[in-house]
């Protein structure tokens, strides 16, 4: 079982790694003294002298926790004037804090993770973490250098570092049902001591939004206001379910003994049609019977399992019907996404033996470990021996346990965003303004921001950052946005552009007259791509951009081009559609932790037509009572990548957001990622 496993180290220092998960990407401001001292520092409400950050106003609600955790050393900003309060913690950030607390260690050793380079701001503290068991990787060999933190996930750290104490009955937010099993215990703590105030709204604690660093400074300084006495060692708990079905209560038992053994949750698979006595006689062509002889029935489940994604191993138990798993199991395996997880089948019998050949294909991506057939009144301890000598996932760490509910990726289909490197959180679908120029693309991106896009992509080549830019403004000056809220790209291009960098760069902010710019990517290598990637670096340290990225790099140009650079790329920026897919590149990318977007999404200029029209995607697209459109860009969403499909036809602007209501099976992926032909449509 992969049991969670919680660093041995005091509560104040789990505080001041939490409080000084900054946006590394760029060069921290160092801390003030005081740190690591947390756990003696005295909270007074004497007042502070004003923050020094540009981007935190004195009237914030979180302005009183920043200043107090500047002025502590706990904290410190991402520039000399910046604090960057929207910006959102990820587990390279939590690794690079964890070093620094313990006086930044030389580490000699290359870095252990796959998708970890060399020389990057996170590199040392990454193998540092490893070689001392302080975070480890996921078992696939990745870090998950980009992964964010959720708001239950921190609370969850700071009540189990605190001893798990015991909290209210009850959480006084809005929005309760959405809390996470594994977090409410923390939650209730965290509410009944004032720990959530200042970064709830309307009473909601919104468990499943990347938690920010204000917030994070908030709700530690409440926290810290209660905390007078060191805190203890933290519990361990789990993260395995034990999922069974039991007809006759035969499998039940050894179920409950599983869940006991393993510290796990269990949930029982209850069809929503109950089986009576007449409908499990064998033979009778009865209900089970004819079940059985269809591979196709799928008996229906009341309920769900909430938190699927919060498991890493799931024990599945069942009885034998007619020499297989009843066909309640293959619709529990549909239900979910596997992948990544661990399966362990059990199976009750009087006189069958094991089965799980009929369902291991229905879980896709899952790791299976042989089963055991058992009979019915089999003891508790037979069962622990059974599963104390099964090759188990190892267990992770405090922190890989609770951040890894949010997948690898970071895509959070929930609030429809993705955390960046850089700490910046951006939406996953949004607008490209390639072929957008004059009244049109005013207008168009104006319809965009008026159905919900919150992501504008631009460049300096398309000649359209003043409408952009023009757009952005009249929707703020409507009260449509206001600027946070939106999310620019740019790029800039080869050529003049890149031999210039300073007067390129500062011609596009001056073109798009927004304040700043949220990413700005490189439009294609360049022999001066280095030089202008380490301008736009310098633009980042004033705070005019935010995040930066690239666009037409592949493998080859980015194994030359990284080791040359400060800042990682947030992003790259590369076509792909079904016909050209990029499957070798897409996980690379991923894999350095950074974010992948798609380029003409739905097929590149003069071929859209024919990629809307195929016979698969159209096939799915019934199916589903949506747009042959709708599925190529959910097709994306869900491998990860980023959509920014153009369109000047509101209808299908509005249409191109509507992607969160339907989900694309295992087999409909495989269909579609079966069209790839290798046709790259533009000479990038």
């Not at 801390?31 to 004195?58: C, H, I, N, R, W």
């Not at 509410?191 to 468990?207: M, S, V, Y």
């Not at 990517?521 to 202008?532: E, T, Y």
Request: hydrophobic letters at 40%; aromatic letters at 8%; proline letters at 5%.
């Amino acid at each position: 079982m992969k049991r969670l496993k919680f660093l041995s180290f005091s509560m104040a220092a789990c505080i001041v790694c939490l409080l000084t998960m900054t946006s590394c990407s760029a060069a921290e401001v160092p801390a003030a003294s005081g740190g690591a001292g947390m756990d003696s520092a005295k909270l007074t409400s004497e007042a502070q002298s004003a923050s020094t950050f540009s981007d935190v106003p004195s009237g914030a609600w979180y302005a009183e926790a920043i200043n107090y955790c500047q002025q502590h050393g706990i904290m410190s900003g991402t520039t000399a004037t910046t604090f960057a309060p929207e910006a959102t913690l990820t587990r390279a950030m939590l690794a690079t804090a964890l070093h620094r607390m313990s006086g930044t260690p030389a580490v000699s050793d290359a870095p252990v993770f796959s998708d970890t380079v060399a020389g990057f701001w996170y590199s040392d503290a990454l193998s540092w973490a490893a070689k001392n068991g302080i975070i480890s990787g996921y078992g696939d060999g990745t870090f998950g250098v980009n992964d964010p933190t959720t708001r239950e996930q921190a609370v969850t750290i700071l009540w189990r570092y605190a001893g798990e104490p015991e909290g209210a009955t009850a959480a006084d937010i809005s929005d309760a049902a959405l809390v996470s099993t594994w977090a409410k215990a923390a939650v209730r703590w965290a509410n009944a001591n004032g720990i959530l105030e200042g970064i709830t709204n309307n009473r909601r604690f919104d468990p499943k939004t990347n938690i920010k660093r204000g917030e994070v400074a908030s709700m530690l300084y409440h926290y810290l206001s209660n905390t007078t006495s060191s805190q203890p060692e933290p519990a361990a708990g789990g993260r395995t379910l034990v999922a069974y079905f039991s007809a006759t209560n035969t499998t039940r038992p050894l179920a409950e003994y599983a869940a006991d053994i393993l510290n796990a949750d269990l949930y029982e698979l209850v069809p929503e049609v109950p089986y009576t006595d007449a409908d499990l006689a064998y033979y009778t062509n009865g209900r089970a019977d004819r079940e059985q002889n269809d591979s196709t029935a799928r008996p229906a489940i009341s309920g769900n399992v909430e938190n699927m994604a919060d498991y890493d191993v799931i024990f599945l138990g069942y009885p034998i019907w007619h020499g297989q798993p009843p066909r309640i199991i293959s619709t529990f395996l549909e239900r979910y996404d596997f992948a990544g997880k661990t399966i362990v089948p059990f199976c009750t019998s009087h006189s069958s033996g094991y089965s799980d050949s009929s369902i291991k294909s229905l879980a896709p991506g899952a790791n299976w470990i042989t089963g055991r057939r058992f009979a019915g009144g089999t003891s508790r301890s037979t069962m622990e021996e059974w599963i104390n000598g099964l090759a188990l996932p190892q267990p992770e760490t405090a922190v890989d346990a609770v951040t890894s509910a949010t997948g690898k990726a970071g895509f959070n289909l929930e609030t429809k965003s993705v955390t960046l490197n850089s700490g910046y959180e951006m939406p996953i679908n949004g607008l490209g303004t390639y072929s957008l120029h004059g009244e049109t693309c005013v207008n168009s991106v104006k319809s965009a921001l008026a159905s919900g896009v919150r992501l504008i992509d631009t460049a300096s080549a398309y000649g359209n950052e003043e409408e952009v830019g023009q757009a952005i403004r009249e929707a703020i000056d409507e009260g449509t946005i206001k600027r946070e809220d939106v999310f620019v790209i740019t790029k800039i291009y080869p050529g003049s552009e890149m031999a210039n960098p300073e007067q390129s760069i500062q011609a596009c902010l001056d073109r798009l007259d927004i304040d700043y710019v949220d990413m700005m990517l490189l439009h294609h290598p360049d022999r001066n791509d280095v030089k202008a990637y380490q301008a736009m670096e310098k633009f980042v340290e004033e705070g005019k951009i935010r995040s930066l990225g690239l666009s037409n790099w592949y493998v080859r140009e980015l194994e030359s081009f990284l080791p040359q650079v400060t800042i990682p790329p947030a992003l790259v920026q590369n076509e792909i559609h079904p016909y050209y897919q990029e499957n070798d590149v897409i996980p690379y990318i991923q894999d350095l932790g950074i974010v992948v977007q798609g380029s003409y999404p739905l097929g590149g200029r003069g071929h859209t037509a024919e990629l809307l029209g195929d016979e698969v995607i159209s096939r799915i697209a019934k199916a589903h009572g949506v747009s042959s459109a709708q599925v190529i860009l959910r097709w994306n969403l869900q491998k990860g990548v980023v959509v920014i499909p153009g369109s000047s036809n509101p209808d299908h602007i509005k249409e191109n957001t509507e992607l969160y209501g339907f989900q694309l099976t295992d087999a409909e992926m495989a269909q579609i990622n079966a069209l790839d032909r290798n046709e790259k449509d533009d000479w990038y």
